[in-house]
């Protein structure tokens, strides 16, 4: 069962002998050709992820993992799990679309820039059908609920739960706005004139909806990595291209406002900023090209977002007078959220992560300071790696959690704990008082990889609950007889007996929390 060890280094190695829990696309899908692969490749598509590492936070094992794995196969196997692959993928896939469809977009309806290459158009139209299929990949997924901290694929509870939350934002932001261009206009679409009109115009005020789809989209680039300096990185390119897209939607609200006006009124007016524009634009076409315009267009946002004009004017519109203000209040909330997270990211660099990084990093240092083995060396490291572990740490070091009132404490290990208390035989015909009492004996510990929780013929020190983790039980004969996984408990006899021994090993295969 175990070999020979180092110094100080008194571990189980576990050979496991059993057969190990396989996942349900083995056992399930059985076969070994092509076809099964492939089809076993699809389904895994759709299911839970192993590698996401948003996972973490609602599955705290492996084998909490596995049983979700095998619940949306086999009750919910037409569903998308929010963690799996093709999800994530998909979300990639859609941060693309949205940002090229907008700059697509407003550079097709844009009366400035004349007539431009057709292929743009039947990209634009491409993207639009994407979309409209992200609609339906969206009432096939199922929905987070983060209070209940817990993943819903129920068909009905995700539809209801989309339809309250998204469904407008998400209709309104999948109208085909260049097919219905396209109906209209038909081949003379890239007609410059053909946009001079309250239709387009329309269109162009619609497509301002489709703002939310870009802000909802780029949250994939701050999802969890594995490094926290590239997760800050793509907080700030996140900040810079909303903060682009923003104001050239804003930009593209003025001109078609502008263009409003100008068909109401049937004039156009000299201090006003997009009629000089027009005039340049049809009055002398070679001096004013389209490379000019979009160089010009550009340099526009970026002076709202720099803060600075370039040039004087004299006398200046009204209508651009309440633009610059307004472009103005836009570019400096974009600034604050950049200063918001300057500090968050200064906070990182001085206090990473609560004092944890550095409660590991003296732990370590002590290590190597007092030359213990590299092999202790190691488990220090894996214990600070492991997820219960954290929550340990948070409950001695943190401060807010030590000033929380007792009455507190004791709702949240009720709340933790009682339950799968009362899910023990022995426990399961208690009185609820009693068992709340029991509740708040209990004691955690943490054991890592080859840990020996318990010997044969030495005194039990109680009932032990594994709460995450897999344990492998070993006979007096060091014979592997099974596992133990969440939920599982054994050593219930000592709490009946005075005396009692243990009649078997068990060893720690992954690191859990007993």
């Known amino acids: 069962m175990y070999g020979r060890n180092d110094f100080q280094g008194s571990y189980y190695d576990h050979l496991c002998s059993i057969i190990p829990q396989k996942d349900v696309l083995q056992t ?33 094992s492996s084998h909490a993992m596995r049983m979700e794995r095998v619940k949306q196969y086999r009750r919910y196997r037409s569903r998308i799990h929010p963690f799996s692959k093709f999800r994530n993928s998909w979300d990639g896939l859609m941060l693309v679309v949205f940002i090229t469809k907008k700059f697509i977009f407003h550079h097709n309806t844009s009366v400035l820039f004349g ?49 309250c939350t998204k469904l407008f934002l998400h209709c309104a932001s ?29 269109l162009r ?33 996140r900040i810079i291209v909303l903060g682009f897209i923003t104001m050239m939607q804003f930009y593209d609200l003025v001109d078609t406002i502008g263009l409003i006006n100008i068909i109401n009124t049937g004039e156009l007016y000299n201090d006003s900023l997009y009629s000089i524009l027009l005039i ?16 010009y267009n550009f340099g526009r946002i970026c002076k709202s977002l720099l803060l600075f004009t370039f040039g004087f004017r004299s006398s200046a519109y009204y209508l651009d007078k309440m633009t610059s203000l307004t472009a103005y209040i836009i570019a400096n909330i974009f600034y604050m959220w950049c200063f918001l997270e300057c500090f968050a990211f200064v906070n990182w660099l001085k206090f990473p992560e609560d004092q944890i990084i550095i409660s590991q990093e003296i732990t370590l240092n002590l290590v190597h300071c007092r030359q213990l083995p590299d092999k202790l060396c190691d488990k220090v490291k894996l214990y600070f790696a492991f997820n219960s ?33 009362m899910k023990i035989p022995f426990f399961s015909v ?30 039990g020190k109680g009932l ?30 000592s709490l009946v007996t005075d005396m009692e021994v243990r009649m078997s090993y068990v060893v720690a295969i992954t690191p859990c929390k007993v």
């Open 28 to 60: 399930d899908i059985l076969g070994n050709g092509f076809g099964v692969i492939l089809k076993r490749w699809w389904n895994d598509m759709f299911l839970l992820s192993y590698s996401d590492r948003r996972s973490q936070v609602y599955f705290t």
């Open 115 to 163: 007539q431009v290459s057709p292929a743009l158009y039947y990209i634009a139209v491409i993207f639009e059908v994407i979309i409209l299929v992200d609609l339906l990949v969206n009432f096939k997924t199922g929905y987070i609920d983060k209070e209940a901290k817990k993943v819903v694929l129920n068909a009905k509870k995700g539809l209801l739960e989309y339809c």
């Open 174 to 202: 999948a109208i085909p706005l260049q097919t219905i261009m396209f109906m209209r206009y038909g081949l003379e679409i890239d007609c410059c004139l053909c946009k001079t009109n309250y239709f387009v115009s329309t």
């Open 205 to 237: 005020i619609i497509n301002t909806v489709s703002l939310y789809r870009v802000f909802e989209t780029t949250k994939y680039w701050i999802r969890g990595r594995a490094s926290s300096k590239i997760t800050h990185v793509y907080k700030f390119l």
């Open 280 to 295: 340049s634009k049809f009055g002398d076409p070679e001096t004013m090209s389209n490379y000019k315009l979009i160089c």
């Open 389 to 421: 572990s954290i929550m340990r740490k948070v409950q001695t070091m943190n401060g807010l959690y030590i000033s929380l009132p007792k009455i507190l404490k004791k709702e949240a290990m009720l709340s933790c704990y009682q339950k799968r208390l």
């Open 430 to 459: 208690w009185p609820l008082d009693i068992i709340e009492k029991v509740v708040l004996l209990l004691k955690e510990e943490v054991y890592l990889r080859n840990d020996a929780l318990t010997q044969p013929w030495v005194s």
């Open 464 to 493: 032990m609950i594994v709460d995450v983790g897999e344990l492998a039980v070993y006979s007096a004969q060091e014979q592997e007889t099974g596992h133990l996984i969440d939920g599982d408990y054994f050593g219930e006899l």
